[in-house]
T-cell receptor, first 114, second 115 residues
Framework: DAGVIQSPRHEVTEMGQEVTLRCKPISGHNSLFWYRQTMMRGLELLIYFNNNVPIDDSGMPEDRFSAKMPNASFSTLKIQPSEPRDSAVYFC????????????FGPGTRLTVL | AQTVTQSQPEMSVQEAETVTLSCTYDTSENNYYLFWYKQPPSRQMILVIRQEAYKQQNATENRFSVNFQKAAKSFSLKISDSQLGDTAMYFCAFVISGGYQKVTFGIGTKLQVIP
């Protein structure tokens, strides 16, 4: 299995631009999580999906952030418009309920907003 | 709400020595899982070890072992024979069994293994 796949691995953009981060979970996993990691705030859960349905988006910082999971094998996290304070590493993780309850993380996307 | 506390922001250990990282948590649930994740400079989050709360026996994985004290809500990680490759951030994490498996992470402990 290829594991959780995220793209791009690095993204540099200018303030005001739209940013789209992509995630492909492990095949068969039924839950997907988006996290943001910064030095100041550590690892924060932004949103998570179960069977493609958003369950809890209380961690999404502002309306500029949105996430979708149109099918079991793909999810996006969009920031529009982006701001410098959005600079962080964004992780996607997938999970199969009952299988040791372990989350498998992707390699992360390092986002820099200038 | 569940909370996970890691009170040691940074630690260091000599190569081949043993180090213990602390973690405490707070929950009113009885059935849950605890994890330690490692994040090396590559940023990849790697599961080190897991513990089911209903198991009294402490989990071990090669050089890694935990001291799980359910009554005290404590879950420390012991790394024996530390290696340079153990240099990383270590995160303690908690998830309730069943439900939607929302994981709560601690803020992390930065471990430096010194040659």
């Amino acid at each position: 299995d290829a594991g959780v796949i995220q793209s791009p691995r690095h993204e540099v953009t200018e303030m005001g631009q739209e940013v789209t981060l992509r995630c492909k979970p492990i095949s068969g996993h039924n839950s997907l999580f988006w996290y943001r990691q910064t030095m100041m705030r550590g690892l924060e859960l932004l949103i998570y999906f179960n069977n493609n349905v958003p369950i809890d988006d209380s961690g999404m910082p502002e309306d500029r952030f949105s996430a979708k999971m149109p099918n079991a094998s793909f999810s996006t996290l969009k920031i529009q418009p982006s701001e410098p304070r959005d600079s962080a590493v964004y992780f996607c993780a997938s999970f199969l309920a009952g299988a040791y309850n372990e989350q498998f993380f992707g390699p992360g996307t390092r986002l820099t907003v200038l | 709400a569940q909370t996970v506390t890691q009170s040691q922001p940074e630690m260091s250990v000599q190569e081949a020595e043993t180090v213990t990282l602390s973690c405490t948590y707070d929950t009113s649930e009885n059935n849950y899982y605890l994890f330690w994740y490692k994040q090396p400079p590559s940023r990849q989050m790697i599961l080190v070890i897991r513990q089911e709360a209903y198991k009294q026996q402490n989990a071990t994985e090669n050089r890694f072992s935990v001291n799980f004290q359910k009554a005290a809500k404590s879950f420390s990680l012991k790394i024996s024979d530390s290696q340079l490759g153990d240099t990383a951030m270590y995160f303690c994490a908690f998830v309730i069994s069943g439900g939607y498996q929302k994981v709560t992470f601690g803020i992390g402990t930065k471990l430096q293994v010194i040659p």
